[in-house]
């Protein structure tokens, strides 16, 4: 992928997991409580959930614009392809 199309797409992926950490209430009230979050991490949890989402958007956006997501594919795919 080229940067020109790589890094605003990173950007935009990054600026919406922040917007997930940031307004997490609001998601939350579009979401209401996940279950799976309920019984794994503890009763009144899925905040925390929606906020670890976020970062790890966040960071696979980081990982676009700079394109390392591009490196960590490829050692995937090295794994199951010899």
Same mark, same amino acid.
């Given at each position: 992928?080229?940067?020109?199309?790589?890094?605003?797409? #990173? +950007?935009? *992926?990054? !600026?919406? #997991? =922040?917007? +997930?950490?940031?307004?997490?209430?609001? *998601? !939350?009230?579009?979401? #209401?409580?996940?279950? =799976?979050?309920?019984?794994?991490? #503890? *009763?009144?949890?899925?905040?925390? !959930?929606?906020? $670890?989402?976020? $970062?790890? *958007?966040? =960071? +696979?956006?980081?990982?676009?614009?700079?394109?390392?997501?591009?490196?960590? +594919?490829?050692? $995937?795919?090295?794994? =199951?392809?010899?």
């Amino acid at each position: 992928m080229s940067p020109i199309a790589r890094i605003p797409l #990173g +950007l935009v *992926v990054a !600026f919406l #997991g =922040f917007l +997930l950490v940031w307004k997490t209430e609001v *998601v !939350f009230t579009w979401t #209401g409580t996940i279950d =799976f979050a309920e019984q794994r991490i #503890g *009763v009144g949890q899925t905040r925390l !959930f929606l906020k $670890l989402i976020g $970062l790890a *958007v966040a =960071f +696979l956006g980081i990982f676009i614009a700079t394109n390392i997501v591009s490196d960590m +594919l490829t050692s $995937l795919a090295r794994v =199951f392809v010899r």
